[in-house]
């Protein structure tokens, strides 16, 4: 983190994230809230490029601007009367109570944290080293993963089948 | 060829960028050639998408006027060749109309928007050798990320617009996208798995070094991809996001002026980055068998694009608009099981070549002979296999709609 581009990527980058996210939570109109939590994970994705983890930067475009915010849009439009107003909601404390526990827990891990810089420079390529691992390590959970990921698939077709 | 390649060669016009940012690198700060080189190739790559969609605009109006047995715009300059420099004009002078009722920053972005995710796709295709503004080591995974991204805006102007007609055609818009992903990124791993990289210098690199190109390797990919594209830009046999018979203009019905403009930009920006991509990961990007020595790359790589766009323009005069039904379902039920059978075939044939290190010359005609019978074959017995069944589908002889069991109106019995 010693030259200048990197730097001020990131304190870009590092705004954009945090505010897009505070936004999130302080729109009232919920599309809007949609369209800041997609900026939220493009900033994301750029930090993850400042880290040099390409692989991981891009498939959080595809996975999260791409494929979950669009899951998300469609999930408002087909909730009736949901797409123009972010209602009250009863579940504001219970809400409070998680925010402020992942708050302290995020807390006390930076503050444990020994925040060294690393001596080992940037990666090289990982996407490469990912694959790699994928499909010979970790072949069973990825495995695993996909058999699940249909059966829910299958699971979505059963349940709104007419017949 | 030596004393050619000096800054002022113009068949490379990287030398001149490179002998200009090495002398910035000397006389500077480290940060400035990199700042410049982004400048650089930024503005270059917006003139190249401007001048082009002005130049094919026109091409292919008077394409369509050909194959329509008309004329086309033949009144503004000679050919007519002013025409899209009036209709730009035209669209900047109109006025942007914002009716009462819209979402008025998301109306406001989503134009801005939406030719953002083409111009950044063009950051990762090489012009020619070195000629390439980032040369990402996951580029076709950066292609797919970016692609998947372009529902975002279309669907913040089928939104704001506070227009059932733009909703609808949003929806469409998001729905297809999201669909003819899956077959697109399936036709894309086949050239990852005969590359083995997934950088577009590399690829073009591989296709080079193999003196072939992917397409004859991975011709049924090359036609889905080819087919998901023309979705994703949503041109005339499946611009059904805006058919004006149906919805309209679907999501851009309320944009007038340029806000209307951009989005018509958008799309021409977006099948140049599809007609690039193709003939980057397909046709072997700025290499022609030797010729790149004596011609610059980059007018092959152009040649190559204005060659697939015209197939766009083909296909738009050509082919009639589908349903959505018939679209979703070609997907699904077409697209899809091919692509998995294409990328199955394509793993096995990398695998038999580097298993038993076979000589690439003696296996990659049989790979392309044996993919070329695959392809034809899979799509005539998937096409009989759909159809099946379904004998009203096939009729033998003309009937009446009261055979179908259809309702005449005015004449129900």
């Known amino acids: 983190m010693e030259d200048v581009g990197s730097i001020v990527a990131f304190w870009m980058l590092s705004v954009i994230a945090v505010a897009a996210a505070l936004m999130v939570v302080a729109a009232r109109n919920l599309i809007h809230a949609v369209l800041f939590l997609i900026l939220s994970f493009i900033g994301v994705a750029g930090l993850y490029l400042t880290l040099s983890a390409d692989f991981v930067a891009v498939t959080q475009i595809l996975i999260y601007a791409g494929a979950i915010s669009v899951l998300i849009l469609f999930a408002i439009l087909l909730t009736p009367r949901a797409a123009r107003d972010n209602a009250e909601t009863f579940l504001q404390v219970p809400g409070l109570v998680v925010?402020?526990?992942?708050?302290?827990?995020?807390?006390?891990?930076?503050?444990?944290?020994?925040?060294?810089?690393a001596t080992r420079g940037a990666f090289p390529e990982t996407a490469e080293a990912i694959g790699e691992a994928l499909l010979d390590k970790?072949?069973?959970?990825?495995?695993?993963?996909?058999?699940?990921l249909l059966a829910a698939m299958v699971g979505a077709i059963v349940l709104v089948r007419e017949d | 060829m030596i004393f050619l390649a000096e800054w002022w060669d113009l068949r490379d016009l990287g030398n001149a960028v490179g002998a200009f940012l090495e002398w910035l690198g000397d006389h500077g700060p480290d940060w400035l050639p990199y700042t410049a080189s982004a400048v650089i190739g930024s503005i270059t790559l917006l003139v190249f998408l401007?001048?082009?969609?002005?130049?094919?605009?026109?091409?292919?109006?008077?394409?369509?006027?050909?194959?329509?047995?008309?004329?086309?715009?033949?009144?503004?300059?000679?050919?007519?060749?002013?025409?899209?420099?009036?209709?730009?004009?035209?669209?900047?002078?109109?006025?942007?109309?914002?009716?009462?009722?819209?979402?008025?920053?998301?109306?406001?972005?989503?134009?801005?928007?939406?030719?953002?995710?083409?111009?950044?796709?063009?950051?990762?295709?090489?012009?020619?050798?070195?000629?390439?503004?980032a040369d990402l080591n996951v580029g076709v995974l950066f292609v797919v990320a970016i692609g998947s991204v372009t529902a975002i805006p279309i669907f913040m102007?089928?939104?704001?617009?506070?227009?059932?007609?733009?909703?609808?055609?949003?929806?469409?818009?998001?729905?297809?996208?999201?669909?003819?992903?899956?077959?697109?990124?399936?036709?894309?791993?086949?050239?990852?798995?005969?590359?083995?990289?997934?950088?577009?210098?590399?690829?073009?690199?591989?296709?080079?070094?193999?003196?072939?190109?992917?397409?004859?390797l991975q011709p049924l990919a090359v036609?889905?991809?080819?087919?998901?594209?023309?979705?994703?830009?949503?041109?005339?046999?499946?611009?059904?996001?805006?058919?004006?018979?149906?919805?309209?203009?679907?999501?851009?019905?309320?944009?007038?002026?340029i806000k209307f403009g951009m989005f018509w930009v958008g799309e021409y920006f977006a099948g140049f980055a599809i007609a690039a991509i193709i003939a980057t990961l397909y046709l072997g990007g700025w290499t022609l068998w030797g010729l790149e020595e004596w011609v610059p790359g980059w007018i092959i790589f152009l040649a190559k694009l204005y060659a697939l766009f015209w197939f766009f323009i083909w296909m738009r005069g050509t082919l009639p608009r589908l349903r959505i039904d018939q679209l979703m379902g070609f997907a699904w039920?077409?697209?899809?099981?091919?692509?998995?059978?294409?990328?199955?075939?394509?793993g096995l044939e990398v695998l038999l070549w580097q298993e038993n290190e076979l000589a690439a010359e003696a296996v990659l005609p049989a790979f392309a002979i044996g993919n070329l019978v695959l392809a034809v074959g899979l799509i005539v017995a998937w096409a009989r296999f759909l159809g099946r069944g379904r004998?009203?589908?096939?009729?033998?002889?003309?009937?009446?709609?009261?055979?179908?069991?259809?309702?005449?109106?005015?004449?129900?019995a």
């Open chain 1, 99 to 117: 925010a402020a526990l992942v708050a302290v827990t995020m807390g006390a891990i930076v503050l444990v944290t020994d925040w060294n810089e």
């Open chain 1, 138 to 148: 970790y072949v069973l959970p990825f495995e695993i993963a996909s058999v699940v």
């Open chain 2, 50 to 133: 401007v001048v082009s969609l002005l130049m094919v605009a026109w091409a292919e109006r008077r394409l369509l006027g050909r194959i329509q047995a008309r004329l086309g715009p033949n009144r503004v300059g000679p050919w007519g060749l002013l025409q899209s420099v009036a209709d730009a004009i035209k669209m900047l002078t109109k006025e942007a109309i914002t009716s009462a009722n819209v979402d008025r920053w998301v109306f406001w972005l989503a134009p801005i928007l939406v030719a953002v995710p083409a111009l950044v796709v063009f950051a990762v295709l090489p012009f020619n050798e070195g000629m390439v503004l």
């Open chain 2, 157 to 216: 102007a089928g939104w704001s617009s506070n227009n059932k007609f733009s909703l609808l055609g949003a929806m469409r818009e998001v729905a297809m996208l999201i669909s003819y992903e899956i077959p697109q990124v399936l036709a894309l791993l086949g050239v990852v798995i005969f590359t083995n990289t997934m950088r577009m210098s590399g690829i073009v690199g591989w296709q080079d070094d193999h003196n072939t190109w992917l397409i004859f």
């Open chain 2, 223 to 257: 036609l889905i991809y080819f087919i998901a594209g023309a979705v994703e830009i949503n041109r005339t046999p499946t611009d059904i996001a805006e058919a004006e018979s149906e919805i309209v203009a679907g999501y851009h019905t309320e944009y007038s002026g």
């Open chain 2, 333 to 346: 039920k077409f697209l899809l099981p091919l692509a998995l059978i294409n990328i199955f075939f394509a």
């Open chain 2, 391 to 412: 004998p009203q589908w096939r009729p033998t002889r003309a009937r009446l709609v009261k055979e179908l069991g259809a309702v005449v109106y005015g004449q129900e």
